[in-house]
């Protein structure tokens, strides 16, 4: 596709259920963010990977939180035994970020996770 | 650790001009970006500074001051579809370019 693809984009699940959200980036992009955003909050980074460099984890909120990413492609963020505060709008982006030069972000709809 | 500043909201009439400014404290600053979301919608971005000085890109005009560690988005000629938040952002360099968000700046236009 030509832009940013998350699945699912609704996730209601019980608390203490594991879940696996998935990001599609733009074809190319060699950066690939993950933040959360709570109810009318600002968007809360999570991790950060490079190309095949080890991703910046520094912002995941507990060991419950894990992210994977295959190369320049797919990501997934996991996150096990969710709890009431996990429920957030996950955002993915992804940049063409090469070097040292910042790039744009483009964002992913979202996956809207609700734990009940 | 780093901290990103901004009015929580800002309301303004149909054609006039809105400053919205942004105040940082943060180790290898690189950069500061701002974006737009609307409701519901996924953050899309607005305008990058490096360097000192104004950037201009039609209605929208972004400022930054490396020296006070501030920024502004300077919105002009406001139109309805312009209520939206308003976020500022900051490139961290830690090797790579991490770009952590303020908390959003909520504008309201009215007619």
């Known amino acids: 596709g030509a832009g940013v693809s998350q699945s699912p984009s609704n996730k209601v699940t019980e608390k203490g259920k594991d879940v696996e959200l998935r990001c599609d980036p733009i074809?190319?992009?060699?950066?690939l963010y993950w933040y959360r955003q709570r109810l009318g909050q600002g968007l809360e980074f999570l991790i950060y990977?490079?190309?095949?460099?080890?991703?910046?984890k520094s912002g995941l909120p507990s060991d419950r939180f894990s992210a994977e990413r295959t190369g320049e492609s797919v990501s997934t963020l996991t996150i096990q035994r969710t709890q009431q505060e996990d429920s957030a709008v996950y955002l993915c982006?992804?940049?063409?970020?090469?070097?040292?030069?910042?790039?744009?972000?483009?964002f992913g709809e979202g996956s809207r996770l609700t734990v009940l | 650790g780093q901290s990103l500043e901004q009015p929580s909201e800002v309301t303004a009439v149909e054609g006039a001009i809105v400053q919205i400014n942004c105040t940082y404290q943060?180790?290898?600053?690189?950069?500061l970006s701002w974006y737009q979301q609307h409701d519901g919608g996924a953050p899309t971005f607005l305008s990058y500074n490096a360097l000192d000085g104004l950037e201009e890109t039609g209605r929208f005009s972004s400022f930054l001051s490396r020296s006070d560690s501030y920024g502004y988005l300077l919105l002009q000629e406001l139109q309805m579809k312009d209520s939206a938040s308003y976020f500022c952002a900051v490139y961290k360099n830690t090797g790579f370019q991490k770009l952590v968000f303020g908390t959003g700046t909520r504008l309201l236009v009215s007619p």
């Open positions: 943060t180790s290898g600053f690189y950069g």
């Open positions: 990977f490079q190309g095949n460099s080890a991703p910046d």
């Open positions: 982006a992804s940049s063409p970020l090469t070097g040292l030069a910042p790039g744009e972000l483009f």
């Open positions: 074809s190319g992009h060699t950066a």
